[in-house]
């Protein structure tokens, strides 16, 4: 590994990067905030049922199942800065609507239930436009160094997150959790106007691409994908993994506060110390990946740290909450440390033209079956209770890792490194107007 990964790196060479590495990573303590304090609010304030708090997980991801797709289009044909601006501030005042519908006497289920879908259709805006950005602010040879340091100091802001938003959820109370998350998008609306890399319009990024219909750009950005055989072993191995682990983690809060019987205050710690594999992962991702080989590593981490979730179900209080840590360590560091390789191989697998479709057809795939998780986590957790539904999960988790093992991903040593050909251009059709830079 070479001196230039250690101390500052990026961080030291590059004024735009700090800035998104600083209001991404402070976003990411607001979401893990949310994380702990929206169902605390479901649960301690308005007094949810185990369906319906499972609900609230549904309703964040619903909105990739629904837009997702276009929004891989739009973002494709726009400037992605802008696009992130505008996400990033709607969320901010959707969160501050929480405590203020609170203090009004006005916050109930629906009301809750209606922001989560409407903070969904903004994150799919957001995390849509900030992947396809992300390329173009980094330099081929930096990428994986860029990686991993937004994951690293994303589990790090969750650590910090999860266990604030316990503590202010047991202090101030769940719904002050929220304007916590709210403050911090305000930060990251203050990082990205700072931001001075400029984007080129669509058509002068790629002057050779032809647009055609809606249905048309879509259809093509799938097409790409199901074709690479490496791209499509991924999205897939993510759709099966993404679809178990909502299962679960839309009852993780329910199942330590109604079955071991833990404080928010608990919750939130646990939570944190878990959330200590992500920055494990991080860590470990591009030198573990070095060594055994990109694709090596990624099937390693996607199938042996995936085991460990089976301690999950065995908490319990006082020294039985040290199963919970453990396994949702392990979880968190294969997890994260997947990530890291396998964003910096989409990233040069995939033409820029086409990063917005990919992106949004991968996450259609992979976040589109997490409402479907998150129903059929609380459904069996009311037919058949909370600890055993976290048993059924974790026992069925695994073997999404092993059926990567019977694709190219699972066969190789490496992530191939070359990038796709461009897609030949179809009958061209006169451009929309895009936004302008913000």
């Known amino acids: 590994m070479s001196a230039r990964s250690f101390g500052g790196g990026l961080l030291r060479r590059s ?26 609010i479901a649960v301690g304030t308005l007094h949810a049922s185990t369906l319906e708090v499972s609900l609230l997980s549904a309703a964040i991801w619903l909105a990739w199942l629904l837009i997702g797709l276009p929004v891989g289009v739009w973002v494709d044909r726009w400037r992605r800065r802008p696009v992130m601006l505008a996400a990033a501030a709607v969320s901010m005042a959707l969160f ?78 769940a719904v002050g959790g929220m304007l916590a998350n709210s403050a911090t998008f305000a930060v990251s ?18 002057p050779g691409r032809a647009r055609g219909g809606m249905g048309k750009e879509i259809a093509e950005g799938l097409r790409v994908l199901a074709a690479d055989p490496w791209l499509r072993a991924g999205t897939l191995f993510g759709a099966g993994a993404n679809l178990v682990l909502t299962a679960s983690n839309s009852i993780d809060v329910v199942f330590l506060v109604r079955v071991v019987g833990l404080s928010p205050g608990t919750v939130g710690l646990l939570f944190a110390a878990g959330g200590t594999g992500g920055v494990a992962g991080a860590l470990i991702a591009r030198r573990i990946g070095e060594r055994l080989g990109t694709a090596r590593a990624f099937t390693l981490l996607s199938t042996v740290l995936l085991v460990f979730d089976l301690l999950i179900p065995l908490t319990g209080r006082g020294a039985g909450t040290a199963f919970f840590v453990v396994g949702a360590f392990c979880l968190e560091t294969g997890v994260v440390a997947g990530n890291v390789i396998w964003a910096t191989f989409r990233q040069h697998r995939c033409p820029p033209e086409l990063y917005g479709r990919l992106i949004a057809g991968s996450s259609f795939v992979n976040y589109g079956l997490m409402p479907l998780g998150a129903v059929l986590g609380g459904t069996l957790a009311t037919v058949l209770g909370l600890r055993a539904t976290m048993w059924a999960a974790a026992a069925i988790l695994p073997l999404a890792g092993l059926a990567l093992l019977l694709t190219p991903v699972g066969r190789a040593r490496d992530l191939p490194t070359e990038p796709l050909a461009r897609p030949a251009a179809g009958p061209t059709r006169p451009a929309a107007p895009t936004p302008s830079a913000a």
């Open 96 to 173: 501050a609507a929480v405590p203020v519908a609170r203090w009004a006497g006005c916050l109930d289920y629906p009301v809750l239930l209606g922001v989560a879908l409407a903070t969904g259709v903004a994150a799919v805006f957001f995390q849509t436009a900030y992947a396809a950005y992300l390329p173009g602010l980094l330099a081929p040879e930096d990428r994986a160094e860029g990686n991993a340091k937004l994951n690293g100091s994303a589990s790090a802001a969750q650590i910090a997150g999860t266990g604030a938003g316990g503590l202010i959820a047991q202090v101030a109370g």
């Open 189 to 206: 609306l203050v990082c990205l106007t700072a931001i001075r890399h400029r984007e080129p319009r669509a058509d002068q990024a790629a």
């Open 15 to 40: 004024r735009d990067f700090r800035l998104l590495w600083c209001g991404e990573t402070t976003g990411k303590f607001g979401d893990a905030v949310a994380t702990v304090a929206v169902p605390l």
